[in-house]
């Protein structure tokens, strides 16, 4: 009975397809009923030029790379697009077991160009096992339009170095429930037009996953999410586990921009690593008159949209790293927006430039506002301005010297900083700049409080391992993000804080099914202290759904857990920085608490 049970596990568990069939450059099989494979025989393969024709709703279409690089695009014309789709109607493209390489497309041709309408999104494709690793013709190797429930999935996009026409890596248009994982989308920053982008979302992008990526050399934005339409969205977006490096020109490594001043947002920035940016070379002809590369280039993500989580990530070695940049048309605000948890180390400035070297900006015109930042639990180290007037580790500047930008409601707490290089200089200056052209630092931000300046001591960071050597100021000692907001103490599942929008409950609707809500650890004053997973979050309310039932005090400190597992943290309290070390403060090697146990109780 126990193989019986296996085998009908198995039986249910194995996906079921239509059909399957081969592709190749060259092949001969005159049906799809004919080309069941190998990849080594060419009468068992259909040509690259079926690979539309054939596919239809529910098969999987072997790639074979033997044949040399394909001359036809992906359509995707034979996917299900009459808004009743479901996933068995998916159709996967993807690189043949017995294939002797990973398949290629010939050097002018895109790899998928999948154009849908308002009224028929194409829905239901995965992309597995693929690349075009030379792409030397204009527009874009991945265009899609209009489509829904589409996967890129170990697929690799690299421009060619000769190209300086394209247009970017993917153009990705009026789309939702898209995943985008495990691949490498690289441009050629130096010989490209300046505004050459990298993999773009544009006028309406909603649950999307972009995981274990690595983008850089593009010279524009190498991920970029874009809406200029009114009725566009940016929302329910997740980037994790990526690596973002190498950026060439003045713009940004991740740009989430809206200009219509809708209410978009909920987008969650974890575990990401932005590296190396700032790439100058002026013996290639990067910037449009064929002068040279600017000299400012920039590694950093670019913020105008509402509600983003930013936490454990690392910027490391990046010329004018300034954190996270905001801008904002006139008269705008930009809500809550959560930055923690992060490690910032060695950012600096070229010598030529006038901007820079600082970690955050916020630029706007007059009446800009900026509400319920928080900059809270983060290290900021060895970072270098070359500028005395620009030397505010938080840099709050307005292109209109009679209005500074309203920074309303904001927290700048429990930080650890600093500036290794330029001992004479004030080592955390966090601070407003009215203009370009008055005094530094001239007023603190006001809810400023307990940042530390002090070396965090890295393992070794030359060779970018941040963790925390034993004896960090950084170890233990990370601060609340926020309070239980419930008179007299509560108890059950919902539990009201005074701001939800630290927080994920994964009920963002993130394609993939792999999601879990965030744990976090609630710090009692009577009761005993708790260890909760959030299964949804009412940001309207700030009410934290929690998978199971809880007793809370007021005003209870709310932490999350840099674990983000039930044990929550290493030692007695979360570490500042992006990396939780495996070390206690207390020196009390790898200990790993469980609830219930009070820490750091008030007085």
Known sequence: MKYLAILV???????????TFYIKQGGTATSKAAATGPCNIASACGDDSKINSWASKGDRVYICSDGGELKTPITGSGACNNGKCSSSDLITYQKSPDSAGVPDW?????????????????????FKELQHTNYNAKGWPINIDYAKNITLDNVDIIISPSNANYEGIAAVEYVQDIIVKNGTYSADGQTADTESEG??????????????????????????????????RIENIVIRGNIFENQWEHHYTLSLKDTTEADNGRILIEENIFQNGGQSDDSNPCTPDGG?????????????????????????????????????????????????HNTHYDSKIPDSNTEGGYMFLFDGSENFKLTGLAIINNIFWKYNAKESNRDC???????NPSSDPDLVNDRVENNLMGRSNSPTESAHRWGKQDSKNTATCNAMIPAWSNNVDANPSFTNPAEKKFSLKNGSPAIDKSGRLTQV????????????????????????????????GDFIYVDNQSSPDFIAQLSGVNYLTDTLRLTSSQKWDDNADVYWCPLRNASCFNGFAPD????????????????????????????
């Open 106 to 126: 010939d050097s002018n041709t895109p790899m998928i160009d999948i154009d849908g309408t308002i009224s028929n999104y194409k829905e239901y494709m995965i």
């Open 199 to 232: 993999f773009g979302f544009y006028y309406n992008a909603v649950e999307i996953l972009i995981y274990n990526n690595r983008f850089g050399n593009a010279t524009h934005n190498s991920l970029r999410f874009y809406n200029i339409t009114p009725n566009g």
């Open 9 to 19: 596990f198995l039986t249910f568990a194995l996906p079921s397809f239509a059909s």
């Open 292 to 340: 040279g590369c600017e000299t400012d280039q920039l590694n950093y993500p670019r913020i105008g949209v509402h509600q983003v989580i930013q936490r454990g990530n690392v910027f490391a070695a990046n010329d004018l790293d300034w954190g996270v940049y905001f801008a904002a048309s006139s008269a705008e605000t930009i809500n809550d927006i959560k930055h923690y």
């Open 485 to 516: 907001n419930d008179s007299g103490g509560g108890s059950g599942t919902s539990m009201v804080v005074d701001d939800a929008t630290f927080f994920y409950g994964a009920d963002w609707s993130i394609p993939g099914g792999g999601e879990s």
């Open 576 to 603: 500042i920085g992006a990396i939780e070390s495996e070390i206690s403060q207390n020196s009390i090697s790898s200990k790993k608490i469980s609830a219930p146990l009070n820490f750091r109780k008030r007085k």
């Open 393 to 399: 580790q938080l840099y709050a500047d307005n292109d």
